[in-house]
């Protein structure tokens, strides 16, 4: 499965946490901790950190970008994001991320519907610079 | 422009656009005529690391430049009981953001308050629900820009020409129809339509039909607010309502709508249960003013506290901005509020900055946005009701029996 590489290259091997449900970090995750708090998102009380996170897209707060940029600083971030869609408040996240600590978080762009389904029962993923992936 | 002709605050800001528009697949850059920076909350040290090196390159915005509402009010947090270690990052980033040209403006409604673009003008506006508002009631452009992206592309003054700044991306997708089991004169209607269509609106540009032709702007800011709270929206267009929705065709740019969902009664129902948390009774506190409270919205409440008095346990918060709380006093109606027991607080709101104790369980509140994020954000219960339902609860201390 071959993906388009957005921000900071390859990423993982990982654990894989999917859900077809859009999350806004802002209000929906906790850059302490890396857990899900959103009550209203059925991954609540789960932790996203160091692992790859798959969803069709953002959603919600334009503050998600700051969330993202704190995890980075704070060890929390997820290993990377899988998206069907680019989310631009993501993508800022992270590439400001890469420019003050030199971390980017890794994003995907996995369009293809069928593709991005198949994720749902992946348990690891990786993909290289080329965004080749590699599923488990 | 060359690398580094403007300086190095230009450079660090135009080597992200580059990217950015590198990832949009944008053809061209176009200029910018205001920005509205949302990246002003202090979350975590990492903003301030942000505003630390920007004002160490020297930036400056290129562009008029409003603030979004900041994680303090900026006169009274010491005596909130704000801690230190809370409220001087939060000063210190809109220190650093005032320091690069930026209006103190401190609130989420900036289009309420005079900083209002002309139909098809590009933008780089931040928070969703300005977001929404300068898009769809004002027919300027902006995309969904993230905390940071906005003050880069103030200091840079042009954006990628990408997303919601084309033509082609803001055609209505999908066609949502109030149904004709709705009652219109419900007066939480908007803030429920709102929130029901972000839920099932995806990614998509939405579109609704039959809405009331006499829905006023704070209506229409309402609806807007709750449905980039449930959803992704940054683009709504309201048919006979908004600038670019004449009729669904227009909306729709000539084709017909890629699908069409209808609006019930039940859907609504849904949605109004889905902002609640509790339905015992239990209230603590009504918190107004999501996004920042209007002239028109206090004139309503005024009307509605007049004479009445709240119940001694309660606490009922507005927030709003500097300038509209000032506009509001001219006119005499924050007197009939305080005779009432309710509080105006200024340049923040109750999702940033740490205004209600710990011992408040339940928070009562009208804005659909309010009540999306205070079960997350606040850890607090809470009810959703219409602004009477609310006063109504503030005077006697618990929900009243709800219209649902």
């Known amino acids: 499965m071959k993906g388009r590489v957005a921000v900071g290259g390859a990423a993982g091997p990982a654990s894989v946490i999917f859900t077809s449900d859009a999350l806004s970090l802002w209000g929906g995750f906790d850059p302490a901790t890396g857990l899900v708090i959103d009550t209203h998102h059925p991954l609540r009380g789960l932790s996203l950190s160091g692992r790859i996170v798959v969803m069709p897209a953002g959603r919600g707060s334009s503050t998600s970008s700051a969330i993202l940029l704190e995890s980075v600083r704070a060890g929390t971030a997820p290993a990377g994001f899988m998206f069907r869609r680019l989310d631009p408040i993501f993508a800022i996240g992270s590439l400001v991320a890469e420019k003050l600590y030199g971390r980017a978080v890794p994003i995907v762009i996995v369009e293809d519907e069928g593709a991005f389904s198949a994720l749902a029962a992946a348990s690891e993923a990786s993909w290289d610079t080329d965004g080749f992936i590699s599923v488990r | 422009m060359r690398r580094g002709e403007r300086g190095p605050a230009v450079q660090f800001a135009l080597e992200v656009l580059v990217r950015m528009a590198e990832l949009t697949d944008a053809p061209r850059f176009v200029p910018i005529v205001s920005a509205h920076v949302d990246g002003c909350l202090y979350e975590g040290d990492a903003v301030v690391d942000f505003v630390d090196h920007l004002t160490a390159l020297g930036a400056q915005v290129a562009v008029p430049t409003t603030l979004n509402a900041i994680s303090v009010e900026l006169s009274g947090w010491r005596a909130q009981g704000v801690p230190a270690a809370f409220g001087d990052p939060a000063e210190r980033i809109v220190a650093g953001y005032l320091g690069m040209g930026a209006r103190p403006s401190f609130s989420c409604a900036p289009y309420a308050i005079g900083h209002t673009p002309a139909f098809g003008q590009h933008v780089a506006w931040g928070e969703s629900n300005a977001i929404a508002y300068a898009n769809s009631v004002l027919g300027a452009r902006t995309d969904r820009y993230g ?258």
């Open chain 2, 147 to 404: 905390d940071f992206l906005d003050i880069l592309a103030a200091i840079a003054g042009r954006v990628p020409e990408q997303g919601l700044h084309r033509t082609e991306r803001r055609r209505g997708e999908l066609l949502f129809v109030l149904g004709d089991d709705v009652d219109v004169s419900d007066p939480a209607l908007y803030p429920l339509v709102g929130y029901a269509m972000g839920l099932l609106t995806g990614g998509a540009v939405p579109v609704v039909e039959g809405l009331p032709p006499d829905a006023r702007p704070d209506d229409l800011k309402a609806l807007l607010a709750a449905a980039a709270s449930s959803g992704a929206v940054a683009l709504a267009h309201l048919v006979g309502l908004t600038p670019e929705a004449p009729d669904v065709s227009t909306a729709c740019q000539g084709r017909r709508p890629d699908s069409v969902i209808s609006l019930t009664a039940a859907r609504l129902r849904e949605a109004r249960r889905a902002l609640s948390t509790r339905s015992d009774g239990r209230v603590d506190a009504v918190a107004l003013g999501s996004p920042h409270f209007s002239v028109g919205e206090f004139r309503e409440l005024a009307s509605l506290v007049r004479g009445r008095r709240m119940a001694p346990h309660m606490r009922l918060v507005v927030t709003t901005s500097q300038f509209m709380r000032d506009r509001a006093q001219e006119e005499g109606l924050l007197e009939p509020l305080r005779a009432f027991g309710g509080e105006v607080i200024t340049d923040t709101c109750i999702l940033l900055s740490p205004l209600l104790a710990n011992s408040v369980r339940t928070v009562m509140t009208n804005s659909g946005k309010y009540a999306h994020y205070i079960p997350s954000l606040l850890q607090k219960d809470v009810v959703f009701g219409s602004l009477a339902e609310c006063v109504a609860a503030a005077e006697s201390g618990s929900v009243l029996e709800q219209t649902s």
